[in-house]
């Protein structure tokens, strides 16, 4: 079963500019989060989608957004890119999991690093 | 979720045994125990988790206090290639959040 998959792996922008990031789950898994990683903040979660909805948010500001589609791949885009958006960006996906199911563990693909320029 | 403390980094010698603690005092009843670890430049990869037994699965096994105050993570004969950052993280049984609390983990270092 192919891994969480992730597009592009190395992006470099400009400040100002706007970047989106593709994310492409396990095949079946409904969730996607994504999360930001930097040597100072080290793992920040962003947001999670499930079903094509936002259902959850970390503390970052509104120029960092996403989607989902109804094949469950995400995206997210990141606008009027600032020098300290520069971070490997992770994406991961699990299995929905219900009232009494046991957790689900998240599985990451290998993350874009953007650099901001 | 609760926190987790972990030291900041360990050594091990290749094919020891690498025993990683994890404190977790405020643990829930109803929070599970998960273990990732990153190797530099990749995503964290998932290695295992429990609720209150004693885990075990082809990489690693759990071992997890009776009051589950505390665990340990244990890689029965550590190679090279298990050198990483290794995260303890607590989260709650059934949650639909992907949200994953991180802390510094345990940096290890498997020394030839």
């Known amino acids: 079963k192919a891994g969480v998959t992730q597009t592009p792996r190395y992006l470099i922008k400009t400040r100002g500019q706007q970047v989106t990031l593709s994310c492409s789950p396990i095949?079946?898994?409904?969730?996607v989060s994504w999360y930001q990683q930097t040597p100072g903040q080290g793992l920040q979660f962003l947001f999670e989608y499930f079903s094509e909805t936002q259902r959850n948010k970390g503390n970052f500001p509104g120029r960092f957004s996403g989607r989902q589609f109804s094949n469950s791949r995400s995206e997210m885009n990141v606008s009027t890119l600032e020098l300290g958006d520069s971070a490997l960006y992770l994406c991961?996906?699990?299995?929905?999991?219900?009232?009494?199911?046991?957790?689900?563990?998240?599985?990451f693909g290998n993350g874009t690093r953007l650099t901001v320029t | 979720d609760a926190k987790t403390t972990q030291p900041p980094s360990m050594d091990c010698a290749e094919g020891r045994a690498a025993n990683l603690p994890c404190n977790h005092s405020t643990i829930s009843g109803n929070e599970y125990v998960y273990w990732y670890r990153q190797i530099h430049s990749q995503g964290p990869q998932y290695i295992i988790h429990?609720?209150?037994n004693n885990e075990t699965n082809e990489m690693a096994s759990l071992i997890i206090t009776e009051d589950r105050k505390s665990s340990t993570l244990i890689l029965p004969h550590a190679t090279l290639r298990d050198t990483a950052v290794y995260y303890c993280?607590?989260?709650?049984?059934?949650?639909?959040?992907?949200?994953?609390?991180f802390g510094q983990g345990t940096t290890l270092q498997v020394k030839p």
């Open positions: 993280i607590v989260r709650v049984e059934g949650s639909n959040t992907g949200k994953l609390i």
């Open positions: 991961a996906s699990s299995l929905e999991s219900r009232a009494g199911w046991r957790s689900s563990p998240l599985h």
């Open positions: 429990g609720l209150k």
């Open positions: 095949s079946g898994h409904r969730s």
